[in-house]
């Protein structure tokens, strides 16, 4: 099974879809996470962990402590995919996604 973890800067809220003006990037992510939850069952999980409301996850994995001590806050959002850093910095883009799960996510696309 694939897993992806996304660490993410604080946000309001878990997914940060809230609020007068949304991240087209962060809409694009959440619509992934869900479609990866349903239809992705016992191939895939993405955990997307949120500063503001899970700090202690971004301590206790060292991979993460150390892209943060390394490149401070910059580093966010961090990707990691079955414990392995693929991308910081940025969110994946959809293609990236669906290479690191190796599903078609084309269904999950926000136009």
Known sequence: MKKIELFEPAMCCSTGVCGPSVDKELIQTTAIQRYVSVNAQGQAIFIRRNLAQNPDAFVRNPIVAQELKRQGINALPITLVDGQLVKTGEY???????????MDLVAALVH
């Open 92 to 102: 994946p883009t959809i293609n990236e996604f669906s290479s690191y799960l190796d």
